[in-house]
């Protein structure tokens, strides 16, 4: 799930839901991934780093 295929909104959206799934926390920056976004960065990948920051699990 990149930015050729939803817009930013859609796109964070499901970050944000990968994240609470994945270490309990509500993610709510937009602007700390809006690069990652606009460079065509996968939706899972982006969420594994966050996960992985919080201590979570990949």
Do not use: K
Request: hydrophobic share 35%; net charge negative; aromatic share 12%.
């Amino acid at each position: 799930m990149t930015s050729d295929d939803f817009d930013f909104d859609t796109w964070f959206d499901t970050l944000s839901l990968l994240v609470l799934d994945g270490a309990g926390v509500e993610f709510q920056d937009q602007d700390s991934v809006r690069n990652d976004y606009e460079t065509g960065r996968n939706v899972h990948d982006v969420a594994d780093e966050i996960i992985a920051e919080y201590g979570g699990e990949e």
